[in-house]
């Protein structure tokens, strides 16, 4: 039984809003959000990104719009995009209204820098007209002077207020399209900021820590503030905010929905014992070695990669396809039921070979199509490696003599 999404609060109503075609908040599914990296005056280049980062699981990709090269790029890239565009806007009115005029799908302002209220206004009512969203990115690093002066520091109630204050100033002008993001670097700030934020809107939250540096530190830090958020229930879009290749942060965010259960499993989930002194053979290299071979199959298929027969087959019982190591040979198993027994230097061909049969034929056809003496042959291996390496390699009978004697009387 699946009990990963049902095991988490349930997701706090929010309004919903749609960015192109993704919509964002209510009953849609949680979206992954991720931001290139190129000059988005370099159209080609920047189209090359975005396709590579919706294909690791991108639904929404935001672009910088500093310049007036940028808006122009944009003009060309939002047609041609496969996700909608954001345009991330800092310091210039006239970029938000250029990337407007550009067509994208949705603005970021942020209410740090982007701060006469005259102009936020006319930013609003623009967007207003032309149905588009504007996501509200308060950022702890780079929150309104007065709000920090006032609260003492970026703290969580700080960055609200922040976002508040910008709110009304869109509904002013009868704008409520608007989703919210109150980010710190720090994850105990931001957690604390995103439960006050999801207590005082129901617009959607847009998670993320920001600037939480290079891979793999990075990767703990937004897993830390993002997960704990959504498994309370809050939250509507992420991003993870990495210092790498903004594939990295679309893979990841993908990854985090689907281990959450809160997205389908669109590729390979590949798992593997952390291997002991009971593995039969190198657990680290066969294991990437499939991770790399079955990626590229593309497969919604759950694999397993395990040291050993004496637990593996059993531990992973749960996974679509498995391998376990024994005795100079590999122990394929579908759903925990040996289906074939192969030489060791062939297990990740097996793997592939069979992920493509179940893929083709479904899990029932390749059990009905086991080796029949797969099993036995395996049991066999399994009670050879006990003898090796199980109780009676400490010799435990004698052992438990000695001990009684000791302890008699
Ligand atoms: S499956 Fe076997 S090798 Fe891997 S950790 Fe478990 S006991 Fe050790």
Same mark, same amino acid.
């Given at each position: 039984m699946d009990v990963t999404a049902s095991s988490l609060s349930p997701r706090r109503l929010t309004r919903q809003i749609s960015v192109g075609s993704v919509q964002i908040g209510g009953d849609a599914p949680v979206s992954v959000q991720s931001m290139t990296t #190129?000059? #988005?005056? $370099?159209v080609e280049g920047t189209l090359q990104q975005i396709y590579a980062l919706a294909a690791a699981g991108a639904d929404i990709v935001r672009c910088t719009c500093n310049d007036r090269g940028a808006a122009e790029g944009l003009a060309q890239i939002v047609p041609r995009s496969p996700v909608p565009i954001v345009a991330d806007i800092h310091f210039h009115v006239e970029m938000a209204l250029a990337a407007l005029e550009a067509g994208v799908h949705g603005l970021r302002l942020n209410p740090g820098n982007l701060r006469k209220p005259e102009e936020i206004k006319l930013v609003a009512s623009e967007a207003r007209d032309r149905g588009v969203p504007i996501r509200i990115g308060v950022n702890a690093g780079s929150l309104h002077p007065d709000i920090y002066a006032r609260f003492g520091g970026a703290t969580p109630e700080a960055l609200v207020e922040s976002a508040r204050i910008e709110l009304a100033y869109f509904e002013e002008v009868g704008f409520s399209d608007v989703k919210i993001s109150v980010k710190a670097s720090s994850v105990a700030t931001m957690i604390a900021a995103y439960r006050l934020a999801s207590e005082a809107f129901d617009h959607p939250l847009h998670l993320g820590v920001t600037e939480?540096?290079? /891979?793999p530190g990075g990767l703990l830090k937004g897993t830390a503030g993002i997960a704990t958020l959504l498994a309370e229930g809050i939250g509507d879009t992420l991003r993870y905010s990495l210092t790498a290749d903004p594939v990295e942060e679309a893979r990841a965010g993908r990854q985090l929905l689907e281990v959450l259960g809160m997205r389908e499993r669109k590729g390979l989930d590949l798992i593997a014992c952390p291997s002991?002194?009971?593995?039969?053979? $190198?657990v680290i290299k066969i294991a990437n070695e499939a991770q790399s071979a079955l990626s590229a /199959?593309? /497969?919604p298929i759950q694999v397993a990669v395990m040291g050993c027969v004496v637990n593996g087959p059993g531990e992973a019982r749960h996974a679509d396809l498995g391998i376990a190591a024994g005795k100079k040979r590999g122990h394929l198993f579908i759903q925990g039921q040996i289906v074939r027994v192969v030489p060791e230097d062939e297990m990740v061909a097996a793997l592939v070979e069979e992920a493509q049969k179940i893929a083709a034929e479904g899990i029932e056809a390749r059990l009905a199509a086991r080796d029949t003496s797969a099993e036995a042959e395996a049991a066999a291996d399994r009670a050879l490696l006990l003898d090796d390496k199980g109780a009676d390699a400490n010799h435990a009978a004698e052992r438990i003599e000695r001990i009684r004697r000791r302890t008699e009387g």
């Open positions: #190129t000059k #988005t005056a $370099d939480a540096g290079p /891979l002991c002194g009971r593995a039969e053979v $190198d /199959l593309e /497969l």
